[in-house]
T-cell receptor, first 113, second 116 residues
Framework: AQSVTQPDIHITVSEGASLELRCNYS??????LFWYVQSPGQGLQLLLK??????LVQGIKGFEAEFKRSQSSFNLRKPSVHWSDAAEYFC???????????FGTGTRLTIIP | GAVVSQHPSWVICKSGTSVKIECRSL??????MFWYRQFPKQSLMLMAT?????????EQGVEKDKFLINHASLTLSTLTVTSAHPEDSSFYIC????????????FGPGTRLTVL
């Protein structure tokens, strides 16, 4: 069965500091991996996705993620966070971009001035 | 860009009543839509896959007679929570891949259901 683990429930960083959110997955085939962001009471916005090719993918809002097959990881990074980045971040895996997704438990990001 | 809407955005109902939630793809067709449920401070859990013109596929543990799904057209799927109880209170989110092509699915803004 497929699963996604986000080990960090809550992370607090200072504005301007770098950020890394961890994601580990378990999947029996080639995974399609996603990072979504959710603001309170809102739906999900796609930050970036990985299907194949270059293992370092760029997304919106200055985010990037690196796929590491050997570590079954797909960590999200941003070199300098902004106060507007405070939100809940979800990593997800699926069989394709149009397929049902399995989500991790999410990481809540708090930004301090 | 592609947009998925949900209606209502929030609803409060009495225990025992039924509530219908709509998921609509506004500028593309979706032969498949996914319904997720998100409890407070928890992740999204897939409830069912809605298929246009055929029966929905439910995930293990989801009562199909309680959560009725109808995908009547290429742009609309509805989820009806029948005989709702307080434990059904949750955030319900749908997503829709563009059946016309592409590799991205689009999420609706969610519906907050509170059952008193």
């Amino acid at each position: 069965a497929q699963s996604v683990t986000q080990p960090d429930i809550h992370i607090t960083v200072s504005e301007g500091a770098s950020l890394e959110l961890r994601c580990n997955y378990s999947y029996g085939a080639t995974p399609y991996l996603f990072w979504y962001v959710q603001s309170p009471g809102q739906g999900l916005q796609l930050l970036l996705k990985y299907f194949s090719g270059d293992t370092l993918v760029q997304g919106i809002k200055g985010f990037e993620a690196e796929f590491k097959r050997s570590q079954s990881s797909f960590n999200l990074r941003k070199p300098s966070v902004h106060w507007s980045d405070a939100a809940e971040y979800f990593c997800a895996v699926g069989a394709g971009g149009n397929e049902k997704l399995t989500f991790g438990t999410g990481t809540r990001l708090t930004i301090i001035p | 860009g592609a947009v998925v809407s949900q209606h209502p955005s929030w609803v409060i109902c009495k225990s025992g009543t039924s509530v219908k939630i709509e998921c609509r793809s506004l500028d593309f067709q979706a032969t498949t839509m996914f319904w997720y449920r998100q409890f407070p401070k928890q992740s999204l859990m897939l409830m069912a896959t809605s298929n246009e013109g055929s029966k929905a596929t439910y995930e293990q543990g989801v009562e199909k007679d309680k959560f009725l799904i109808n995908h009547a057209s290429l742009t609309l799927s509805t989820l009806t929570v029948t005989s709702a109880h307080p434990e059904d209170s949750s955030f319900y989110i749908c997503s829709a891949p563009n059946s016309g092509g592409g590799d991205t699915q689009y999420f609706g803004p969610g519906t907050r259901l509170t059952v008193l």
